[in-house]
Each structure stands twice: as C-alpha cells, then as structure tokens.
C-alpha cells in the first residue's frame, strides 16, 4: 500500500463515504463516488452496503421530526442514482421503522418490489385491490399466501393505512376463518384493527418476538401484553 497510494485511498474510501452519508456532506460524497464508482456495490463483513448508512438508527420513525433526524434521503438518493442497488433488509427496516418518507423515495426510484407487504407499507390501495382480487378468482388458501396477507396487514397497519388494513383482513379471515371468530368474540374487526395502529410495537415486541412469521391475532396477543407492560398495567397483563 506505501508505494500505491491510490490502494490506500481505495481501501479507506467506504468508511469515508459512510462520514459522509451521515454527516450530510453530499458535495464530498458525490466526489468520492466518481473518484470511485465501485463503491456503490461496496459490502461490509455483515453484507451491509452503503445505502444501509441511510436509513434510520432508530426504532421508531413514524413521525416526519424523527424520519428527518435518522434518515438520509438526499444520500440515499445521490447512491441510487449512482446505481447503488437495495437490498430486502433496507425496505424491510424502513418497514419496520415506519420510515413512510424513504420507503416513498424507494418507490419513486422503482427499487421495491411490487410484493403485497410492500404495496400495503405504501398505501397503494388500487394495486392491492387488483392483487387480491386475482387471488381470489384463484380461489386458493394456501399457508404462504395466510403468510403473506399477514404481513401486508401489519404493514398496512404500520403506515396507518386503515382502508387497506380492513380490506386485508377480511381476506385473512377468508383464509383463516378461526381468525374472524377469535375477533369477532374478542371485539371488533374495526376495533382490532384500531388496537394494531394504535401499538405499533415496543421494545418488548421487536425481534424474535414478533416476527413475519407471526400470524396477525398472535402479533395482536403480543401487543397487548407489552402495552400491560409498558403501562405498569398488571390486572390486565
């Protein structure tokens, strides 16, 4: 390396470029990145790329305040357009934090896939609407699909899309039938989708916990024992 310098710079420019991406300083970020056009497929030991320095470092971004504090959208955008590529653990943690601003940049690059979660994190109610339909002129309720429409509920229900949260679940119950029965005796269909707006998730739910593979009334049982926790609420955990 001490006799080509170029290698040196090569070989620290990721963690540069990472500076950079966080600290909003994108006139150096776009010069790093034609001095080096290779990094925009840059991989840290964890598969990680450089996109991932853009979205948040913080569990919880639904509100615009936060979203604009751990997110970087020009960033992010500045690596797109380099050819920067996105993997599913990028949208899925926008997901997860609720970040509705850089999953919306994401769309408007046309990197997301056109999947039934992701469609319901963005509150594309005519794409959900034909998709469902064509499952059910299918007339098929596999377990994937229960899967899948699971999801896409949570994810409706993450990003406040009330519409599109009831109209999943009854697909759900079309799939599941039992599910309908449990809410129906518990409350509402309209009330249970209000409770999973309302409790997004905790600390106490995140992780392993409440996973994608969790059906929609065992995430909803999950919440409502963290919320008796976060309240201190003992008679009704």
């Known amino acids: ?4 310098p170029d290698l040196r710079v090569a070989s620290v420019a990721p963690d540069f470029m990472l500076r950079f991406a966080r600290d909003e300083d994108h006139e150096r970020l776009r010069t790093l990145l034609g ?8 991989r840290d030991e964890r598969g990680e790329t450089l996109i991932s320095s853009t979205t948040p470092y913080a569990l919880d971004c639904s509100d615009p305040e936060r979203e604009r504090i751990y997110t970087r959208p020009v960033a992010a955008e ?3 357009d380099a050819g920067a590529t996105v993997g599913a653990s990028t949208w899925e943690q926008l997901i997860s934090a609720g970040a509705s601003g850089m999953l919306h940049l994401l769309a408007r690059k046309q990197v997301l896939p056109p999947t039934l979660p992701v469609l319901a994190a963005l509150g594309d109610e005519e794409a959900i609407r034909r998709r469902l339909g064509e499952s059910a002129e299918r007339n098929e309720a596999e377990a994937d699909e229960r899967i899948v429409v699971g999801r ?3 994810n409706a229900c993450r990003f406040r899309h009330t519409a599109i949260a009831l109209r999943l679940l009854e697909r759900s ?7 309908g029965g449990r809410i129906d005796r518990w409350q509402s269909r309209q009330a249970f989708v209000e409770f999973l707006i309302a409790h997004p998730g905790s600390h106490w739910s995140g992780g392993p916990t409440e ?3 969790r059906t929609p009334w065992e995430a909803f049982v999950i919440r409502q024992l963290t919320s008796a926790l976060d309240s201190s609420d003992l008679p009704a955990f």
């Open 173 to 179: 119950i079309v799939l599941d039938p039992d599910l």
């Open 211 to 213: 996973g994608p593979e």
């Open 78 to 80: 500045i690596l797109l």
């Open 152 to 154: 896409a509920l949570m």
């Open 1 to 4: 390396l001490a006799e080509r």
């Open 35 to 42: 001095d080096y056009p290779a990094l925009v497929s840059w």
